[in-house]
């Protein structure tokens, strides 16, 4: 399988802990970009990358939520000092480039006691 | 600010009829507009996807009709089976530079009655 690989799957953690989860875009697409998506809305838009640079995160949740991809392969979202409203599923998805279709990986579903 | 506003937020079709999801857009400077399907637990999988220099296109049977004028569009679903079921997803974004993040609606669950 070459989709956009997501891990993990599940997780749940407790309130106030730091939680970091990683994304294995298509091979070829530098492009990548994260989503989180609430139950009964549509992904919302976070940040994405063109190869490392990362190229747009005011759209960014809060200053505890940081993404690295630091060589222009995987790429890993970090939300330090969780919160209930954390709760979530976290998508990735990449593409070949600008103008390109955006390819999803299953997501990330976040539980925070 | 919802810039993209999905209707209608749930929809029940008989097998073999037509099923019809419309979308409208604020943001002028959006020129792409791709269509997404997402099964329970699963991401969001492109179906089809259309730019504002054509009205209309085909694939299989996904059609996505657009009107510039009116900033909508719609997609619409053919001889609907029961493996359609699932939730839809309209988006758009400016893919000419900026943040080109997708704006998604809020979707809309599609039941496909055997």
């Known amino acids: 399988d070459t989709g956009v690989s997501q891990d993990p799957r599940h997780k749940i953690t407790k309130r106030g802990q730091n939680v970091t989860f990683r994304c294995d875009p298509i091979s070829e697409h530098n492009r990548l970009y994260w989503y989180r998506q609430t139950l009964g809305q549509g992904p919302e838009f976070l940040t994405y990358?063109?190869?490392?640079?990362?190229?747009?995160k005011s759209r960014l949740l809060s200053n505890r939520f940081s993404a690295e991809r630091p060589k222009g392969s995987f790429s890993t979202l970090e939300i330090q000092r969780t919160e209930q409203g954390d709760s979530a599923m976290y998508l990735c998805a990449s593409s070949l480039g600008t103008e390109q279709p955006q390819h999803f990986g299953d997501g990330t579903r976040l539980s925070i006691l | 600010q919802q810039q993209v506003k999905q209707s209608p937020q749930s929809l029940i079709v008989q097998k073999g009829g037509i099923s019809i999801i419309n979308c409208a857009y604020e943001?002028?400077?959006?020129?792409?507009f791709p269509w997404y399907q997402q099964f329970p637990g699963k991401g969001p999988a492109l179906l089809i996807a259309?730019?504002?220099?054509?009205s209309e296109k085909k694939e299989g049977r996904f059609t996505i009709s657009f009107n510039k004028s009116a900033k909508q569009f719609s997609l619409h679903i053919m001889d609907s089976q029961p493996g359609d079921s699932a939730t839809y997803f309209c988006?758009?974004?400016?893919?000419?530079?900026?943040?080109?993040?997708?704006?998604f609606g809020k979707g809309t669950h599609l039941i496909i009655q055997p």
């Open positions: 943001n002028t400077a959006f020129d792409y």
């Open positions: 990358f063109q190869n490392e640079a990362q190229l747009e």
């Open positions: 988006a758009a974004s400016n893919s000419g530079g900026g943040a080109d993040g997708l704006t």
């Open positions: 259309i730019r504002p220099d054509v």
